[in-house]
């Protein structure tokens, strides 16, 4: 007998499908949300900034800089030159203005390794102080970026590579095999197919960026490591959440790296340039602390990125714990005696094949 439409419409959109459907709409509308939200409207926050001038005159421009409409600028009295050039290089501040008061022109220092876009914020702020009160600024560029990175964004979007295909890889691995690893063994089993990936997605990252495009002037042997922690540290985090929540594990995933994490990176903006809440969370993501370390190996010989590399170990060594522990659980569930007289299938007196 040949069945009604709405007989058909009725198997084939079940309640978990519909919940699917849902489930990606809200993705699709936190993604818009996101991205608009954090890179609509850029405006400097209290980038941190050196002042170097005579004692009198430094306290003066400080407190000038300090008291700007809407806070751009967290500024600091510098002893010297010396010292703005080693603290830019350190990522301590972001750039510093040395005042000449005897000379008409001062000098900006500003690093275009940590973003061209903030720091062409800062010169054209500054220099519009500084035509306020009749005098001109020279920029110097302390740690620029490369010809061959286009506005600096190069590091991030090798970062946000690495990390689209550790969370693609960890989903197929799920997709593949089920979302939940049935016992420790194939949880250990996806866990070191990942450092595998880790290890060649790594290289031919860094190699691309490097020797091949020439894109950015950091050695190949530091990208790599770090590639292949950031891949990891993403699909650890990724295979723990289908651990945990199974095939809705992988739209958390989407959720944390790419609608959190990518906008919040300081790639497309630097972070001194996002609205607070990006910037409260971008250094904690990996796409952030991908992107910083990125750029600390290329344009500021490794200084200053202890931190976030202790936040990709972080992803990493939780990830692979939560993935372990588990598996761990579902294995131990999986092997209680069910009700006396229950089948394989855990019903009173079916006769199902095991789960």
Known sequence: MRRSTLS???????????????????????????????????????????????????AQTVTRLDGLPGSPLDPRALPDEGTAREQIENRDIYAALVVRPGDKADTLLVASGGGKALSGALTALTATLDEAQGRTVRTVDVASASPHDFNGLSSFYLVIGWCVGAYLCASILAISAGARPANPVRAATRLGTMALVSVVGGLGGAVIVGPVLGALPGGVPALWGLGALLIFAVGAATLALQGLF??????????????????????????????????????????????????????????????????????????????????????????????????????????????
Request: proline share 9%; aromatic share 6%.
């Open 246 to 355: 199974g095939v809705i594990g992988i739209g958390l995933a989407i959720l944390l790296i790419v609608i959190a994490g990518n906008p919040s990176a300081g790639g497309a903006l630097p972070t001194p340039l996002l609205p607070p809440f990006w910037q409260a969370i971008g250094p904690a993501l990996p796409p952030g602390a991908g992107t910083w370390v990125a750029r600390s190996i290329s344009y500021f010989d490794g200084n200053g990125m202890t931190s976030a590399l202790l936040v990709l170990s972080a992803w990493a060594v939780a990830g692979a714990l939560v993935t372990m522990l588990a598996a761990v659980l579902r294995q131990r569930r999986g092997a209680e005696p069910g009700p006396v007289g229950a089948g394989a299938d855990g019903a009173t007196g079916g006769s199902g094949p095991a789960a």
């Open 8 to 58: 058909e419409v009725k198997d084939a959109v079940t309640p978990r499908a519909t919940l699917l459907v849902i489930g990606v709409i809200a993705l699709q509308l936190l993604f818009v949300a996101s991205y608009v939200g954090a890179l609509h409207e850029p405006r400097l926050r209290d980038v941190p900034f050196g002042v170097v001038a005579p004692r009198t005159v430094a």
